[in-house]
């Protein structure tokens, strides 16, 4: 339907550009020299001189006889003009009518169509809202801290950072984490975030500011991964790439399993070690259970000393392992029980209901050890 909509429009707009084209153009002459006008008015002239006694009879016949050859010509050629022109615009007007529609039909027909949603303008304004929510809860935020005549509590300055590193304000969270740097309860993991917010404000560059800030986090906790890639990426860009490509394999050997982290340090060896010439690393090189298909009790249990988005991550990417490998060995009985546990400690019940029951059916011929726990777990999960 709005095809012909779409049709009928084009067709209108057709019809409206061609119906100039029936009549004739009256398009002003512009003689090259003189006008007709002024050929007129030299006539009157000479009309004027032969009253006055100016010039003689014969002399304005002759005169009045060549102002008038020029009258002919000027609007002889004036009449080709108007022609020339004539053809010239309907030429135009033709090649527009039929290409513009063709040219517009083509570019619709490869980038749009009707059928297409439209632009989630909504969900845009809505992202713009939350947005400047967020930005005037960091200002009220700031605000609170900043005139709490105790200097504020080190929690409220150490989200108030976080917020501002999520926002992009990476100059303004390093001046909320220096707060907290400069009080006795600072740890490692303040300085790293420190460092952090330091090297994204100079675009990546490691400053001494930030290079002091990782090194107390180091010192405070030599382990601290995120202390650990900083200090190799300030060594790599101070020239000594072996160094900082040997404490990342360093901390990496020292992982008694997989973290998120491990990603990054891994990537960033492979980066600083193309460039001195080591074997490209994988994240199996490490952490062997990188390609076991999900969590294990063990695994979830060590998730358990992670931060709450660090463990988050790490239960999620191991349990989608575990799904993806579930879909092309849909017979594995341990899998679906590994994964309704997962599930279980996500706390999406539905999904873990419906791997226990994938494996209530493959342990049916198993006996009452299994299909009680199995059991249970759903008796939970229905609660």
């Given at each position: 339907m709005i095809w012909l909509f779409f049709l009928l429009l084009s067709l209108f707009a057709l019809t409206l550009m061609a119906m100039p084209l029936r009549g004739r153009f009256q398009i002003a002459a512009i003689p090259e020299d003189t006008t007709p006008a002024v050929l007129l008015d030299q006539l009157e002239e000479v009309k004027r001189d032969l009253d006055r006694g100016v010039i003689s009879e014969a002399e304005?016949?002759?005169?009045?006889?060549?102002?008038?050859r020029r009258i002919l010509?000027?609007?002889?050629?004036?009449?080709?003009?108007?022609?020339?022109?004539?053809t010239g615009g309907r030429i135009v007007l033709i090649l527009g009518a039929v290409f513009v529609p063709l040219f517009a039909g083509g570019y619709y027909m490869t980038m749009g169509s009707p059928e297409i949603d439209s632009l989630a303008f909504a969900d845009r304004t809505a992202e713009r809202e939350e947005a400047a929510q967020i930005a005037d809860l960091s200002s009220q935020l700031y605000e609170r801290l900043v005139s709490d005549p105790d200097g504020g509590p080190s929690e409220g300055w150490m989200l108030l950072g976080q917020t501002y590193t999520r926002m992009g304000r990476f100059e303004d969270a390093a001046e909320a984490f220096k707060v907290v740097s400069e009080r006795p309860e600072a740890d490692s993991a303040v300085f790293s975030m420190l460092a952090e917010a330091l090297i994204y404000?100079?675009?990546?560059?490691?400053t001494?500011?930030?290079?002091?800030a990782i090194d107390r986090a180091?010192?405070?906790?030599?382990?601290n991964p995120a202390s650990v890639y900083y200090k190799a990426v300030a060594l790599s860009q101070k020239g000594e790439s072996l160094r900082g490509y040997d404490l990342l394999i360093e901390r990496l050997d020292a992982a008694d399993g997989f973290y998120p982290w491990m990603e990054s340090l891994v990537a960033e060896a492979n980066r600083i070690g193309d460039g001195i010439g080591k074997t490209p690393l994988s994240l199996a090189d490490f952490a062997p259970t990188v390609?076991?298909?999900?969590?294990?009790?063990?695994?979830?249990?060590?998730?358990?000393?992670?931060?709450?988005d660090d463990r988050q991550a790490f239960i999620l990417s191991m349990v989608a392992r575990l799904a993806d490998r579930l879909e092309n060995e849909p017979d594995d009985l341990d899998g679906w029980m590994r994964l309704g546990n997962a599930y279980s400690v996500l706390g999406e019940a539905e999904a873990a209901i419906t791997a226990y029951e994938?494996?209530?059916?493959?342990?049916?011929?198993?006996?009452?050890?299994?299909?009680?726990?199995?059991?249970d777990a759903l008796k939970r999960l229905r609660q």
């Amino acid at each position: 339907m709005i095809w012909l909509f779409f049709l009928l429009l084009s067709l209108f707009a057709l019809t409206l550009m061609a119906m100039p084209l029936r009549g004739r153009f009256q398009i002003a002459a512009i003689p090259e020299d003189t006008t007709p006008a002024v050929l007129l008015d030299q006539l009157e002239e000479v009309k004027r001189d032969l009253d006055r006694g100016v010039i003689s009879e014969a002399e304005a016949k002759a005169a009045e006889q060549e102002i008038k050859r020029r009258i002919l010509m000027q609007s002889r050629k004036a009449e080709t003009r108007r022609i020339a022109t004539n053809t010239g615009g309907r030429i135009v007007l033709i090649l527009g009518a039929v290409f513009v529609p063709l040219f517009a039909g083509g570019y619709y027909m490869t980038m749009g169509s009707p059928e297409i949603d439209s632009l989630a303008f909504a969900d845009r304004t809505a992202e713009r809202e939350e947005a400047a929510q967020i930005a005037d809860l960091s200002s009220q935020l700031y605000e609170r801290l900043v005139s709490d005549p105790d200097g504020g509590p080190s929690e409220g300055w150490m989200l108030l950072g976080q917020t501002y590193t999520r926002m992009g304000r990476f100059e303004d969270a390093a001046e909320a984490f220096k707060v907290v740097s400069e009080r006795p309860e600072a740890d490692s993991a303040v300085f790293s975030m420190l460092a952090e917010a330091l090297i994204y404000a100079e675009q990546g560059v490691v400053t001494p500011p930030a290079e002091a800030a990782i090194d107390r986090a180091i010192a405070m906790n030599p382990g601290n991964p995120a202390s650990v890639y900083y200090k190799a990426v300030a060594l790599s860009q101070k020239g000594e790439s072996l160094r900082g490509y040997d404490l990342l394999i360093e901390r990496l050997d020292a992982a008694d399993g997989f973290y998120p982290w491990m990603e990054s340090l891994v990537a960033e060896a492979n980066r600083i070690g193309d460039g001195i010439g080591k074997t490209p690393l994988s994240l199996a090189d490490f952490a062997p259970t990188v390609n076991a298909p999900g969590p294990t009790a063990d695994d979830i249990a060590n998730a358990q000393d992670m931060s709450d988005d660090d463990r988050q991550a790490f239960i999620l990417s191991m349990v989608a392992r575990l799904a993806d490998r579930l879909e092309n060995e849909p017979d594995d009985l341990d899998g679906w029980m590994r994964l309704g546990n997962a599930y279980s400690v996500l706390g999406e019940a539905e999904a873990a209901i419906t791997a226990y029951e994938r494996a209530q059916e493959l342990a049916a011929d198993l006996g009452p050890p299994i299909l009680q726990e199995i059991a249970d777990a759903l008796k939970r999960l229905r609660q």
